[in-house]
């Protein structure tokens, strides 16, 4: 097709230039030969020839300029020499360019660092398919918000809510327990979590190795006989060196054994957002260590956070009208005889909120705050660009006499504010490269203050496609307040002034150094 032929021909312009110019030289002095030919065949002298041959052929150099306009992308090579010169002009004042990169740095890396909590904590979904079809389910008293208020449900509300639930394809309950290892006679605490057996099918997810835990694994019982667990790839690998061999071996648990069945995927790291599990356990298992004291049947006992998967066709509004149909019933089933003595238990009711994110306490606790925090840190590059702003102006009005010049050779206003542009643009994707590797120090900062426990945070702050874009959006609004809009308004000048001004300038300077000595020529000694 003819745009493919332009567009391979475009290509061998751009990255071969050299052949490409003795390409069209060659053709070039074939034509001008061969019209020279005919002339001197029609009676011409040879300068007869080759002058006429000239006049009817047309200027070499501007037919070359046009020739390089239709086979290659201009504006391409046009960029590409603004961003040369631009890099020779920082390269001259390296401490500039050195304060210009670290301030930008600074305000892109803040920004970075805290949104990067925020997209964690806050804006991540969960590493499952179609996440947007979960829905938490919440139990504590109307219009909590916050750590501690937002309670989960308890084992028999979680029962007598799936046994009456229409809206979802099923729900799960999933609880993080902290819990002791035992390996070759030494302990040391990990991080585990009990799941129902309906988790890993409503999750939709797929196993790393072997398969995950399923209704049958959790069977309530009051034996350790037959209990199943799956853990993480990272556990798997550090523990069992990423042998498949791993899948029927014992592994001991708060003095429990329990079967590994199974490794979860990489990217799943449980449904909160904080807390990574390395084993993952039937909430059976908690009946095998506490008997009937369990939390799974313990109607007092908030234990269960509830999540659920919207059945194909059903809405979020259609979900919380269905909740608030059964909610009644449900809560008249579960709730302990002597619930008006609570006041949680008195006051609270059934909640659903979107499940898209997961579950997040510190999202609770310091959602609002790094929301503050985003904004002052927002400011922080304002003040950055505008420092930064106030350089680049005083630093382009020491250069005017060069855009003066380069006016008057031919360059046009746009050329030179894309080259004044192209200089902020090479600033600033040194700065935003700089302030990504200075935001994962900042991020581990922020994420040390808010640790709680002595369990590390578990958050994944590594730059995702949302970072990246974020950065890039920073980037190009410092491209914006420091490149371009100096440069339109440095660039609004009248080029014949601005070269008299200069020339009477010169003049004037060369006077003073030549004017004789009223009292003529002095010699020493």
């Not at 002791?180 to 196993?207: C, D, H, N, W």
């Not at 909740?323 to 006041?343: F, N």
């Not at 050779?409 to 192209?422: E, F, I, K, T, Y």
């Not at 490269?433 to 709680?452: D, H, K, N, P």
Request: glycine share 10%.
């Amino acid at each position: 097709m003819l745009w493919v032929q332009r567009f391979w021909l475009r290509l061998q312009t751009l990255f071969g230039r050299n052949r490409s110019a003795e390409r069209l030289d060659d053709e070039i002095q074939f034509h001008l030969e061969h019209q020279i030919a005919e002339n001197i065949a029609a009676g011409m002298s040879w300068e007869e020839a080759r002058h006429a041959a000239l006049r009817a052929f047309g200027n070499p150099t501007f037919l070359k300029g046009e020739t390089r306009d239709t086979w290659g992308w201009i504006w391409l090579e046009q960029v590409g020499q603004d961003l040369r010169h631009g890099a020779r002009m920082l390269c001259k004042n390296p401490g500039f360019t050195a304060v210009a990169v670290l301030t930008l740095a600074l305000g892109i890396g803040a920004n970075t660092a805290v949104f990067s909590l925020i997209d964690a904590l806050l804006l991540r979904s969960l590493a499952v398919p179609a996440p947007s079809e979960l829905v938490r389910i919440s139990f504590g008293p109307p219009g909590t918000t916050g750590a501690g208020l937002t309670r989960p449900l308890s084992g028999p509300m979680f029962d007598r809510l799936r046994e009456r639930q229409s809206a979802f394809t099923d729900l799960f309950g999933w609880t993080n327990a902290p819990m002791v290892l035992t390996e070759k006679g030494v302990t040391r605490p990990i991080q585990a979590a009990y799941a129902t057996g309906s988790t890993f099918p409503t999750l939709k997810l797929r196993p790393r190795l072997g398969r995950l835990l399923e209704w049958q694994d959790d069977e309530p019982s009051t034996s350790s006989n037959g209990l199943a667990a799956v853990v993480s790839e990272a556990f798997w690998i550090e523990h069992f060196g990423g042998d498949a061999s791993v899948l029927g071996q014992p592994i001991t648990v708060n003095g429990i054994q329990a079967t590994i069945v199974g490794v979860m995927p990489r990217s799943f790291n449980g449904i909160t957002v904080d807390y990574a599990p390395q084993v993952v356990l039937p909430s059976a298992f908690d009946v095998a260590l506490h008997g009937a004291s369990s939390g799974r049947f313990r109607a007092d006992w908030s234990w269960l956070f509830v999540m659920g998967r919207l059945k194909p066709g059903v809405t979020f509004a259609q979900a919380k009208a269905n909740l608030a149909t059964i909610a009644g019933d449900v809560l008249r089933e579960s709730l302990p005889s002597d619930y008006q003595r609570v006041d949680y238990l008195r006051n609270g009711i059934l909640s659903i909120t979107p499940g898209r994110t997961g579950n997040s306490p510190l999202g609770e606790i310091y959602g609002r705050e790094l929301w503050t925090l985003q904004a002052l840190v927002g400011l922080l590059i304002i003040i950055c660009c505008t420092n930064l702003a106030s350089l680049q102006l005083s630093r382009t009005l020491n250069r005017q006499h060069e855009l003066v010049v380069r006016s008057a050779l031919g360059a046009g206003r746009l050329r030179l504010v894309r080259q004044l542009v192209a200089e902020s643009a090479m600033l600033s994707t040194a700065g935003a490269a700089t302030g990504v590797v200075l935001s994962q120090w900042m991020s581990a900062l922020l994420v040390r203050y808010i640790e709680q426990s002595d369990f590390p945070v578990f958050l994944d702050l590594r730059p995702n496609a949302m970072i990246f874009a974020a950065t890039i959006a920073l980037a190009a609004l410092t491209v914006i307040l420091t490149g371009a809009l100096p440069a339109i308004g440095l660039t609004r000048f009248d080029t014949e002034e601005m070269l008299r001004s200069g020339a009477r300038r010169t003049v004037g300077r060369k006077s003073q150094h030549g004017k004789a000595s009223p009292h003529g020529p002095r010699f020493s000694g």
